[in-house]
């Protein structure tokens, strides 16, 4: 008997962020994307969140490639870690998504121990059993790709993010030939973007940008500063165009922006006067009019420029009365308190901020309805897989298939690690496997679990208070007063009995020398606990430390 066609989600569904998605047949897998997801208000200290592939870790001969289908940190963000642990992986990405790769692979020092391969809009690859097909998607980044997957069970389409944009401002709009062509062969499954599944109609074309652009540097009296993502290298097009026609020089300002700008001018896919660019610093001497910069930060990351710049503590970048910024992005979902603080901040140090919807400096990559609806009937899928969604997107595309009439039963909406099995073209739901969060933050990958996220929220709520505890390592008779050591949880001038109580209660229960290390450090915790919630109604994190 043949094997069955294997689809697993490992990342993007029931979630906006760290896409990840793994092809099986037989002893060999395709990966397509591994992107990163911001984490949410709750999560802290976490920088960021990346996909669970324990499933593919003792599979490692089976694994032909990962195809990239395009540069954005949700599809790419995941790599340096999967490299990591697998640098024999290979990955083939087309010109611009490779170079934004390369520039994130030297900074994590492994980019010459990995194995980047170049592909095309409309080329072909051979992987294992696999048959590529790569088609020209649009989308707010250059250079993106769909894939089609010939396999043995048959044909399987992946749209990567896409919109039916029929003026991109790279003038390469999405391969509606290609898409049809497929859906004249016959397509097994479809998974398709379902990011803007909740918004009618079509999203209006990145031109539409260049307009809302114009009318703001026709009407800025002072300096301009356009925030944006690092990767959105059409939007940095844009900005520049506008910058050349109403007579302004441009200046970038953040690591990655800059890494970005300069990989994607030399690969062209940014064109850019040479007298256009001047240096941040240069541009102080200038009559503000004659300036516009442009930064990351608009996500309202505390570390960013724009961040800084919003609280007075960047160290080049100062607001004055008559600047104006444009936040040319959505915020991610999760983002928008942060966003909002930001715009606060600016305004507040007198800038006139212009945002989405105040004003059309922004618009989606992603298909609306009408594109989706579009995407379906070009393909005609057997099957139909929703991905690239929170829950209620999947939902939204799902309703849209059966509008155009994919049949309820021929939609399958997955969770990250669901698989689905396709066998003599009948699809079942497969085994599951691990399909959760892995955390990065500062210290590593996967340090951090439930548990330590749950104790930093107990630390920023209410603190900590530790009790050390002397006693004689014969007798266990107590040699010195405890000592009580508190942070973040009541200032000790006005709490003195609090804490003079607290150091009584650790005298009484470590006087009874019966109790052996852990019984004591188990009993102090909960006293105390109890003990400084009677007094103040907070419970902070009890650390009682054994000498
Ligand atoms: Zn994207
Ligand atoms: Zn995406």
């Known amino acids: 008997m043949a094997s069955p066609l294997r689809i697993i989600p490992l990342g993007g569904c029931g979630e906006i962020g760290k896409n990840m998605t793994a092809v099986e047949y037989g002893k060999n897998i395709v990966l397509i994307d591994c992107g990163v997801m911001f984490p949410e208000n709750d999560m802290l200290g976490i920088d960021f969140i990346i ?4 499933y593919l870790r003792d599979k490692r001969e089976w694994l032909r490639g990962i195809i990239v289908t395009h540069g954005h940190e949700d599809h790419t963000g995941g790599l340096p870690y999967l490299l990591k642990e697998m640098p024999d992986l290979p990955v083939f990405a087309t010109k611009l998504t490779r170079g934004l790769i390369e520039v994130k692979l030297r900074n994590h020092k492994i980019l010459d121990a990995t194995r980047l391969n170049t592909i095309e809009a409309g080329g072909r690859l051979e992987l294992g059993p696999f048959g590529l097909e790569f088609f020209r998607v649009a989308h707010s980044i250059p250079d993106g790709v769909g894939v089609g997957i010939t396999t043995p069970a048959g044909l399987i389409v992946h749209t990567g993010d896409f919109k039916f944009d029929h003026t991109p401002v790279d003038g390469k709009p999405t391969d509606f ?5 497929f859906g004249g062969r016959g397509v097994l499954a479809l998974m398709s973007d379902s990011t803007n599944a909740d918004q009618p109609g079509t999203t209006p074309s990145e031109r539409v940008i260049d307009t809302a652009f114009a009318h703001v540097f026709r009407e800025a009296k002072g300096r301009i500063i356009v925030g944006t993502f690092a990767s959105l290298i059409s939007r940095i097009q844009q900005v ?35 007298d256009l660019i001047v240096r941040l610093e240069d541009t102080k001497k200038m009559a503000p009019e004659r300036v516009v910069i442009m930064t990351t930060g608009t996500q309202g990351e505390p570390s960013s420029v724009l961040a800084r710049v919003s609280i007075g503590q960047h160290s080049q970048i100062q607001i004055d009365r008559g600047d104006t910024i444009i936040m ?9 308190e942060m966003v909002n603080r930001t715009i606060n901040r600016l305004f507040q140090r007198g800038a006139n901020v212009l945002y989405d919807p105040i004003a059309q400096v922004h618009v989606s990559g992603h298909a609306s309805q009408e594109e989706q609806k579009l995407m379906l009937n070009l393909v005609r899928p057997d099957y139909f897989i929703p991905v690239h969604g929170e829950l209620r997107h999947l939902r939204a595309h799902e309703q849209l298939a059966n509008q155009v009439g994919i049949a309820p039963q021929n939609v399958f909406v997955l969770e990250n690690g669901q698989s689905i099995e396709f066998d003599e073209g009948e699809a079942r739901i497969g085994e599951r496997v691990p399909g959760g969060y892995v955390y990065i933050d500062g210290s590593g990958v ?34 010195d007063q405890p000592e009580i050591i508190s942070k973040g949880f009541i200032y000790v001038k006005d709490a003195e009995h609090i804490i003079t109580g607290a150091a009584d209660a650790v005298t009484r229960i470590a006087q009874d020398t019966t109790l052996n290390d852990k ?7 909960e006293t105390l606990s109890e003990y400084l919630y009677h007094e103040t109604k907070r419970r902070p994190m009890i650390i009682p430390v054994l000498s």
Not at 177 to 181: D, M, Q, S, V
């Open 446 to 479: 996967g340090d951090v679990g439930p548990a330590v996220l749950r104790d930093r929220e107990i630390l920023g709520r209410d603190g900590f208070v530790v009790a050390v505890v002397h006693r004689d390592s014969d007798t266990g008779q107590l040699i």
């Open 519 to 525: 019984a004591l450090y188990d009993k102090i915790k």
């Open 51 to 54: 996909p669970d592939w324990q």
């Open 328 to 336: 040319s992005s959505h915020p991610i979902p999760g983002n928008e």
């Open 240 to 274: 520049a165009n506008a910058a050349v026609k109403h007579n302004r020089k441009l200046a970038f300002t953040g690591t990655s922006m800059l890494e970005n700008v300069k990989m994607a001018q030399k690969l062209g896919y940014l064109d850019l006067p040479s």
């Open 177 to 181: 030939t290609k898409l049809a062509e």
